[in-house]
């Protein structure tokens, strides 16, 4: 059993033509699989596209990024469904819906402006919980500055709290106790290595490794040694290795097998 690499951004490198190599790479570096997560309606076609020219090794989920939230997303919201009523000719399903969620840190400073689009994610944001909800699939939560309003969202929502994980968790035990309490997930990037990232490391812990998911959310958030170059699929493993080693003092080829074994399980792949 290879790493899977629960979130990462495959378009950067499809559209720089990097794509091929990225995957060989990964390939080589064990990666089993990798989901790769719609931001937009510009890159959900690509996915499925990348996910039916590469069945098993790529999958794929979409939704509507809260950075991405435009004055008419209720537009693309639209098309989420023919992805799941697709005929199978077109490509598989997603896995999940996703990313959605809440984002304060990129709000503009203007504080008429900021609330106009914090109300526009919150309505972006219910609407994917409820698509989720009808089609009983798991949500990947992006939740930048607004943990306590998304949890507060879900709750309202009546979406299965164990279908829900917070992808790239960057909060400390306190709020991860609020996840596992209601049955939800974190999964980690390479921020697990930064040096300052003791907060992120302790909820990893309290987590536990039977509920541990991994991912690279590349290109972004690389981890060590490569901080500050561009991530990829392939640095899952320096992850993984330091997780392994640093965090739950087991064997890197027993984190492999329960990690990829918690993806399994919380994605029905």
């Known amino acids: 059993m290879g790493l899977i690499d629960t979130h990462t951004h495959l378009e950067s490198f499809a559209r720089a033509g990097q794509l091929d190599a990225a995957l060989a790479r990964a390939r080589e570096a064990g990666v089993e699989s990798m989901i790769t997560i719609g931001t937009g309606s510009d890159d959900w076609g690509l996915y499925r596209d990348l996910a039916r020219t590469h069945p098993g090794f790529v999958n794929y989920t979409v939704g509507i990024h809260p950075c991405a939230v435009e004055a008419n997303w209720e537009e693309a919201q639209a098309q989420v469904p023919n992805f799941w009523e697709a005929v199978s000719s077109a490509g598989p399903r997603p896995l999940a819906v996703g990313e959605i969620g809440l984002d304060r840190f990129h709000l503009p400073k203007d504080a008429a402006e ?156």
């Open 114 to 269: 900021a609330g106009t689009i914090f109300a526009r994610q919150k309505a972006a944001f219910a609407a994917g919980l409820a698509f989720a909800k009808q089609r009983d699939c798991p949500v990947v939560v992006h939740s930048r500055g607004a943990f306590a309003e998304c949890v507060e969202m879900i709750d309202a929502s009546g979406v299965d709290w164990a279908r829900v994980v917070f992808h790239c968790f960057t909060e400390g035990e306190a709020e991860m106790a609020e996840l596992v309490r209601r049955g939800g997930f974190g999964s980690f990037t390479g921020i697990l290595t930064y040096k300052s990232a003791a907060n992120v490391r302790g909820a990893a812990k309290a987590q536990g490794l039977s509920r541990l998911m991994i991912e690279t959310d590349a290109p972004y958030l690389t981890p060590m040694p490569h901080r500050g170059k561009p991530n990829e699929p392939a640095f899952v493993r320096l992850t993984a290795e330091f997780a392994a080693k640093e965090i739950f003092g087991i064997s890197y080829e027993e984190l492999v097998e329960v990690t990829a074994q918690n993806a399994r399980r919380f994605f029905r792949m």
